[in-house]
C-alpha cells in the first residue's frame, strides 16, 4: 500500500515538473501527456496534442491549446477528473476508448460543439471552454454513453427495440440531436412522457445519453427524481439503462447508483406510483 502511495506521489511530482517546464514555452502547443495517473489506470491516453489524433471521418475541426489557455485547461481538467473517476475502470474498457483530447474552437463543419464522440477512431473530443461547468459536467458523461452504445450495441445510433417500446404507441423522435441545438431544449422540464427534456426527443441515442448524464451527476438528478414518480416511462427507462448496462459490466447496476445518491433518494427504487 505505502508503495502503492509513492508512486502516485512520484508520478504527480513528474506531473508537475512537466508543467513547470512547458509553462516557460510561452505561446508554445501544450504536448505532454495530461492526466498520468488516469492514463494509466484506464489505459487511455489524455492529450491536448492533436499529433497523437488520427483525423476523423467526420469535419471535425478545432484550434490547439496555447500556453495562455492553461489556467482555463486546468479548471477543466478538474472537472473532468471527478466526472471521469466516479467511472469504475471496467466501464471504460467496456467503451473501447483510446484517446481523449482537450481543444478550444470544437466545431463539426460548421457547428460549434462542446464535445464530439469520434467513435469509429475511439477519440473523445472535448472543448475547455464548455458554456458552464454543469453543462460541461453533463457533456463528459453524455458523449461518453455515444462511445460506449457503439461499442455495446454495434452504433451510436443503435435503434434499442426495448426503448422505443417504452415510449407512447406512435410516438416518433426527431431528426437527431445536431436539428435542436436551441438552449431551452435541454433544460429538465419532462415536456413529454418519458423524456427529461427535448433534447432527449430529437433522438433515441440522444433520450439514452441525456438518462445516462443524468445519472451520473447529482445536480440532475434530483431535478429528474420528482419526474419519475409520476412519469412511469421515464422510471422505466431509467431502469432498462442501468439493467441493459449492468449486463456488461455487473458492478454498474442499481445498488451502485443507489449508493451514489441521498438516502431520500432511494425510495421506491425508481419506481413511479402509478
Ligand atoms: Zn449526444
Known amino acids: 500500500m505505502i508503495y502503492k502511495y509513492l508512486c502516485v506521489l512520484l508520478t504527480l511530482l513528474i506531473a508537475g515538473c512537466s508543467s513547470l517546464n ?20 484506464y489505459h487511455v491516453t489524455f492529450t491536448s496534442d492533436a499529433r497523437k489524433i488520427v483525423p476523423s471521418h467526420w469535419p471535425i475541426s478545432y484550434q490547439i491549446l496555447r500556453e495562455n489557455d492553461r489556467k482555463k485547461l486546468d479548471n477543466y481538467l478538474n472537472i473532468f477528473e471527478q466526472e471521469f473517476s466516479k467511472m469504475p475502470a471496467e466501464l471504460i474498457t467496456l467503451s473501447n476508448l483510446k484517446t481523449v483530447i482537450f ?75 445536431h436539428n435542436a441545438r436551441s438552449s431551452n431544449v435541454s433544460l429538465f422540464t419532462n415536456p413529454y412522457p418519458g423524456f427529461v427534456n427535448g433534447y432527449a426527443m430529437s433522438g433515441l441515442e440522444e433520450d439514452k445519453a441525456e438518462i445516462w448524464a443524468v445519472l451520473w451527476l447529482d445536480q440532475y438528478w434530483q431535478k429528474t427524481y420528482p419526474m419519475l414518480k409520476h412519469d412511469c416511462i421515464l422510471a422505466d427507462k431509467v431502469n432498462m439503462l442501468i439493467t441493459q448496462l449492468s449486463e456488461f459490466a455487473p458492478s454498474i447496476n442499481s445498488n451502485y447508483f443507489h449508493s451514489r445518491f441521498n438516502p431520500y433518494l432511494l425510495k421506491n427504487n ?4 402509478q
Not at 512547458?22 to 489506470?41: C, G, K, V
Not at 464535445?115 to 475547455?128: F, G, K, R
Not at 425508481?270 to 406510483?273: A, G, P, V
Request: glycine letters at 6%; aromatic letters at 18%.
Open 270 to 273: 425508481f419506481r413511479c406510483n
Open 103 to 177: 481543444v478550444k474552437e470544437l466545431y463539426v463543419g460548421e457547428q460549434y460543439r462542446a464535445a464530439v464522440p469520434d467513435y469509429i477512431n475511439e477519440v473523445l473530443y472535448y472543448d475547455i471552454n464548455a458554456k458552464n461547468e454543469g453543462y460541461a459536467r453533463r457533456v463528459i458523461h453524455h458523449e461518453f454513453y455515444h462511445m460506449l452504445e457503439q461499442q455495446l450495441f454495434g452504433s451510436a445510433y443503435y435503434k434499442d427495440p426495448n426503448w422505443q417500446n417504452l415510449n407512447v404507441a406512435n410516438f416518433a423522435y426527431g431528426d437527431g440531436g
Open 22 to 41: 512547458s509553462l516557460n514555452q510561452l505561446s508554445a502547443p501544450i504536448t505532454e501527456q495530461l492526466l498520468p495517473i488516469y492514463s494509466e489506470y
